[in-house]
């Protein structure tokens, strides 16, 4: 089992950045997939980005050009820059981890507590 725990959220205005941090420790393996994804209140927990051990990535249509994940595999440590930050991204924040090539959360088999983010308008 691998666990995760995510720091960097916070309260920041519209057009502001955050960077979130999420530390992997346990039973950590070299082909294992880190993902994030947020969830609103009121509404289902959605896909925000992924990247693959090989640096691939892959990212919500809702985010691309304003986010970017990266990763230190020496670290086992993923990362969320998020700039250009609009209300409708206000959200808990979770990071995952998992050995499929998916944005599904079922895929995940491993989860973070999440981090709040709120941006205000």
């Known amino acids: 089992q691998v666990q995760l725990v995510e720091s960097g959220g916070g309260l920041v205005q519209a057009g502001g950045s955050l960077r979130l941090s999420c530390a992997a420790s346990?039973?950590?393996?070299?082909?294992?997939?880190r993902s994030w994804f947020r969830q609103a209140p009121g509404k289902e927990r959605e896909f925000v980005a992924r990247?693959?051990?090989?640096?691939?990535?892959y990212y919500a249509d809702s985010v691309k050009g304003r986010f970017t994940i990266s990763r230190d595999n020496a670290k086992n440590t993923v990362y969320l820059q998020m700039n250009s930050l609009k209300h409708e991204d206000t959200a808990v924040y979770y990071c995952a981890a998992g050995m499929a090539v998916s944005i599904a959360p079922q895929s995940y088999t491993s989860w973070g507590q999440g981090t709040q983010v709120t941006v205000s308008s």
């Open positions: 346990g039973r950590t393996s070299s082909n294992i997939v």
């Open positions: 990247i693959a051990w090989s640096g691939n990535t």
